[in-house]
Structure formats: structure tokens, C-alpha cells
């Protein structure tokens, strides 16, 4: 396929050396490192494009170790094995959901190995670490809400404290699910940007994302994460409460996809979908029906019946 050209490797560096030189501002930046990797491999093929991957991250690395920022490069290296698994699946033509399964697998590893190694280093528990830091941001918050200079009636302090202990009661015990959602999430952005750029460039090669569909079987999660919520208790009311937030997030990528497909199938102006966007981006119950939607395209197969007319 051809080694990929200097101005590429240079862009490709840039884009991993960004989170390491200014964390603050392109911290976020983490979050998308696997398209990189997976356009790459899958433009100049395993083995070139693997060199060259290699080439950058090398220089990269040479450049955070003197800046002593390694530990923020190692954290962006836990992105590369998600893409070159994406690579794997998407050479081998599986299907989204499965390449999806195998990402979050690999993710799930990676993220694990650095925050076990990180925590020995340092001595601590990131796990708790990130409890307490929530707890206490909460403190800090309804101390300064509460104090006079904020100018609060006592009214709207006391509702304050209310909500703020309710959520400092309800965090941990759905940390579980919120950290099992950011894997989801990110593994989904991924593939999303990662299958949008090789359709510009090559081909999708998850085809296009409104034929994107979750296993049939997978319904039973919600369903038994609901009954664990409704008749549980303890441990197994907070499990439930965890595997439905996973549930919602996996519907709305699913309901994304129905949504997405009958627009298409109406042939809605592209005006007319960004005002639809921009609409559900605003209305906070919007993510909850897209993933009723979703959930809907199981039992009523939405999607075909658009065809069909």
C-alpha cells in the first residue's frame, strides 16, 4: 500500500505529542487517538503503517521523557491497542457491534494495566482517589454556594444541600456504570470518526452508520437491569441502577442509528437535520428517547418497515 508520506508522519506526531505538551488544553485529545492509529493501518496497510506508527510514537516518547511528562504518554498509549484492534476486526469485515464488544475489551485492559501501574507507583488507589476528589469538589461547591457573598436565600441553600448530598450519596455507588458508559463512549466515538474518515478517503469499513445494529440477545440486559432496580436491594438494587445507565448508552448509539435512518429514508433537508440535532443537543430528556428508540428497533424493527415503504 506505500509508506505513508512525511507530512502524514509528522501530523500523525503532532496529534499524539499535543495531550503531552499542553495536558490543559488538548487533554481531551485522548479521547480520539485510536482514528489515527486505525487510518494508518488501515490506509498504508499493518506493516508500513505500523513502522510508521512506531517512528512517531518513539519521537514522542524521547520528547515526553525529557519534558517529564511520561505518565501523561503512557496514558495516551493505552488508545493504541484500541486501534489497532479496530484495525483487526475491520480487516477481518465483522460487523460494528462485534468489533465494538472486541474494542471495549481491549480498552477496558488497557485502561486497567495503566491505572494499576500508575496506582503502585503512586502508592494510591485511583479508584478511590477519584471518589474523594468528587466528594470533595461537592463540599467545596455548596460551601461556596452557601456562603453570603453568593447571595442565595436561605431557600435555594437549603435545596442545595439537599441536592448536593443526594449526590454525593448516588455517585459512588453508580461510578461502576459511569466508567463502564466513558469506555463505551469512547470506543464509540472511535469507531464513528474512524469509519466517517475512511469513507472519505477509502471505505467504511463498518458500512454506513445508520445500518449499525446491536445483537437481538442483548435486550435481556435491560430487561434483567430493570428487575434488579425494581425488586432489588443493597447490592443488587445498585447493580441494577449500573447496568441500566450501560443499557441507555448502548440504546442511544442504537437509537442514533434509527434516527439517522429515517431521515435518510425521508430524505430530510440537511437544514432541517441540524435544526433536529441542535434540538435534541438542548432538551435533556432527548438522550432517554433516543434510546427508547432504540430499544424500540428491537421488537418493531423500525429500520426495515422505512424500507419497505
Same mark, same amino acid.
Given at each position: 500500500?506505500?509508506?505513508? =508520506?512525511?507530512?502524514?508522519?509528522v ?24 482514528? =489515527?492509529v ?9 506493516? &508500513?503503517?505500523?513502522a510508521?506508527?512506531?517512528? +512517531? ?14 505518565d ?8 493504541? =491497542?484500541?486501534?489497532?484492534s ?24 488497557s ?15 485511583p479508584?478511590? &482517589? ?5 466528594d470533595?469538589?461537592f ?6 454556594? +452557601? +456562603?453570603?457573598?453568593? !447571595? ?5 441553600v ?8 443526594n ?8 461510578? =461502576? ?33 445508520d ?7 442483548l435486550v ?11 425488586a !432489588? ?13 450501560? &443499557? ?7 437509537g ?13 433537508p440537511?437544514f ?12 435533556s ?20 418497515? +422505512?424500507?419497505?415503504r
Open positions: 500500500m506505500g509508506s505513508i =508520506p512525511p507530512v502524514q508522519l501530523g500523525l506526531s503532532i496529534v499524539f505529542f499535543l495531550p503531552v505538551v499542553a495536558p490543559s488544553l488538548f487533554g481531551w485529545v485522548n479521547g480520539f487517538l485510536s482514528v =489515527p486505525l487510518y494508518v493501518l488501515l490506509a498504508y496497510g499493518y506493516a &508500513s503503517g505500523g510508521s506508527l512506531r517512528v +512517531s510514537l518513539f519521537f514522542v516518547g524521547i520528547a515526553s521523557l525529557l519534558m517529564q511528562r511520561l501523561i504518554f503512557l496514558f495516551t498509549l493505552t488508545m493504541v =491497542p484500541l486501534g489497532i479496530l484495525h483487526a476486526s475491520a480487516s477481518q469485515r465483522e460487523q460494528a457491534a462485534t468489533s465494538g464488544l472486541k474494542g471495549v475489551f481491549v480498552l477496558t485492559v485502561w486497567l494495566i495503566f491505572w494499576t501501574g500508575f496506582g503502585i507507583a503512586t502508592d494510591t488507589n479508584y478511590v &482517589s477519584l471518589i474523594k476528589a468528587l470533595l469538589g463540599q467545596q461547591t455548596l460551601a461556596l454556594y +452557601s +456562603s453570603k457573598d453568593a !447571595g442565595l436565600t436561605p431557600e435555594m437549603y435545596n442545595l444541600q439537599i441536592l448536593t448530598n449526590l454525593r450519596e448516588t455517585l459512588p455507588r453508580l461510578m =461502576p456504570g459511569l466508567l463502564a458508559s466513558a469506555v463505551l463512549i469512547t470506543v464509540w466515538v472511535n469507531m464513528v470518526l474512524g469509519n466517517r474518515l475512511m469513507a472519505r478517503t477509502h471505505a467504511a469499513p463498518w458500512g454506513f452508520y445500518t449499525w445494529k446491536l445483537p437481538e440477545q435481556w440486559l435491560p430487561i434483567a437491569a430493570t428487575v434488579a432496580a425494581m !432489588g436491594q443493597g447490592v443488587i438494587l445498585d447493580t441494577g441502577l449500573n447496568l441500566l445507565l450501560v &443499557s441507555a448508552i448502548l440504546y442511544l448509539f442504537q442514533l442509528a434509527v434516527l439517522f435512518a429515517l431521515l435518510k429514508r425521508w430524505r430530510v440537511a432541517a437535520r441540524a435544526l433536529l440535532y441542535g434540538f435534541l443537543l438542548i432538551q430528556y432527548s438522550l432517554l428517547l433516543l434510546a427508547v428508540l432504540g430499544l424500540c428497533d428491537v421488537w418493531f424493527n423500525l429500520r426495515h418497515k +422505512s424500507n419497505e
